[in-house]
């Protein structure tokens, strides 16, 4: 399968103060273009990266249910991490093989390789 992929990000502010920016990533000729649901348990979750990612936007929201738990991503196990919103969507830059994400408790998230 061939997919490419073409990642842009738009920003809009309105009120007080005005925007309208929409960044562009570069075009991905390999992407692996795989939308996953994500089973989370509690604790450290190893998360494999598709072979040519080079990004991935994780959507917080399933079948119209909100994630609650509380969310860390980190590079691996030992690492401190940093958090995540529960449910704003985070997009991510990919480098590695795999990343981790802790959850507080079992919840599922959808992840979008590009």
Known sequence: MSVTANVNVSLSWSGDVVLGQTFNDPTNPS??????????????????????AQSVLLVKTVNGVTNTATLT??????????????????????????????????????????
């Open 73 to 114: 991503f980190k590079g691996v196990n030992g690492d401190t991490g940093y958090a995540l919103s529960p449910t704003v969507a985070d997009k991510l830059s990919v480098g590695g093989s795999s990343f981790v994400i802790n959850a507080s408790a079992a919840t599922t998230i959808r992840a979008f390789w590009s």
């Open 31 to 52: 992407s692996p273009g795989q939308e996953q649901v994500l089973s989370l348990s509690s604790g450290n979750n190893t998360v494999s990266v598709p072979t040519g």
